[in-house]
């Protein structure tokens, strides 16, 4: 088999890496005379907390293999800190797995949980690309919806929840929690909730996992919830997560993930304590952010934009307003470009998304003053 041919079933089956499309705007923007203030990608700036560095450093001598399950000392920093910051009881060791970073447990727990053809995904309308891509890498079918009666008659094997949302920010009420649940649990779906900004909420009411006793009623039976430690703790190059909930699920990654030699480096399991153990540094950039984020929307609202949702997460969900109403979400990024400021169209994350736009302000000081400057002046 030639490398082309290698290469063409898998570029068939998944869908175009939306990121390619905004090249031409990069560009743009990257021309402006004082730089490119790039609100697009919502990777951390801000340095990796001393307390977490340390940790690193100290655990550097590491010759012998990572086990898949990882360190009892890493597990219980995650139960300990779902407990403290979160209120889920009832978590035990068996029901807490490291992983190399949440996208890549995302995009492939699909196919370790041996879904495929003939099965049914769902996911939210408005969606991180990775739910559909996951699918995709299983053969499986998906439908990007928010309504439960979309499904019809029939019942998906893996149901995806994001709150708060990528891209919105939106959060789900409880009581919606409690509806999802219990849906899942009639029909044997396996319920996942993708909860990696759920410390990052700026107003409305406080983002809730699905671990929460009064969310699941006091049960772990057919959830998991997804947590990540690079944007609470600006540990996006370490790849630090982990998954948490029913021990037998969590037990069936495991032993697929044993044989794929799935590890958390050592190293990064010692740093990973140290993050989840200390919930200073985590207010500390909460502050940074919220500061980037008030700036930046009155900037958006000054220059005509109108903010949806975007009560936590680390985006504003922004729609330009024209005399003949909602502006394209293209329209928009090349408006913005000719400023010297990159965003992401909001059709990278579903067809519901084409008239707004997604801005980040994970950029530093600096450049959200800028991008602030630009927009005001």
Not at 21 to 39: I, K, N
Not at 190 to 203: H, K, P, R, T
Not at 233 to 242: D, E, K, V
Request: contains cysteine.
């Amino acid at each position: 088999m030639t490398s082309s041919q290698a290469r063409g079933p898998v570029s068939g089956r998944l869908p175009d890496f939306p990121w390619d499309r905004l090249t031409h705007f990069a560009a743009t923007a990257r021309a402006h005379p004082d730089g490119v203030c790039d609100l697009s990608v919502g990777t951390p700036v801000d340095p990796t907390p001393a307390v977490v560095q340390d940790a690193l450093r100290a655990a550097a001598d590491a010759p012998g293999y990572p086990t898949t399950l990882g360190l009892e000392a890493t597990r219980q920093a995650a139960i300990d800190w779902l407990a403290r910051r979160h209120g889920v009881t009832g978590l035990g060791l068996d029901g807490v797995l490291p992983v190399i970073g949440s996208k890549e447990l995302i995009g492939s727990m699909a196919v370790h949980l041996g879904i495929g053809p003939g099965d049914l995904i769902g996911y939210p309308a408005l969606a991180y690309p990775t739910y559909e891509v996951g699918a995709a890498l299983a053969g499986a079918d998906s439908l990007a919806t928010d309504s439960l009666t979309a499904f019809g008659p029939r019942t998906p094997r893996l149901l995806w929840l994001n709150s708060p949302a990528n891209p919105s920010g939106r959060v789900l009420p409880i009581e919606h929690l409690r509806k999802v649940v219990d849906w899942c649990r009639e029909r044997g779906t396996l319920l996942v909730s993708d909860e990696c900004y759920i410390e990052c909420a700026w107003e409305g009411e406080q983002p809730l996992s699905v671990l929460d006793p009064r969310v699941n009623g006091g049960s772990l039976t057919g959830i998991l919830a997804v947590h990540s430690l690079s944007k609470r703790s600006n540990l996006a190059g370490y790849r630090c997560a982990f998954v948490a909930g029913d021990p037998a699920v969590v037990g069936e990654l495991l032993a697929v993930r044993k044989n794929l030699g799935l590890q958390m480096p050592g190293p990064q399991q010692h740093a990973m304590i140290a993050a989840l153990d200390d919930d200073d540094h985590v207010a500390e950039q909460h502050a940074r952010y919220a500061t980037r984020r008030a700036a930046l929307r009155g900037a958006l609202e000054s220059a005509g934009f109108r903010i949806d949702h975007s009560e936590a997460s680390l985006y504003l969900w922004a729609q330009r307003r024209t005399g003949a109403g909602a502006e394209a979400c293209w329209d928009t990024v090349a408006w913005l470009a000719e400023r010297g400021i990159l965003v992401a169209p909001g059709e990278f994350y579903g067809p519901s998304g084409r008239e707004h736009v997604r801005v980040a302000f994970t950029a530093t000081d600096e450049r959200v003053a800028a991008a602030v400057a630009r927009l005001t002046a």
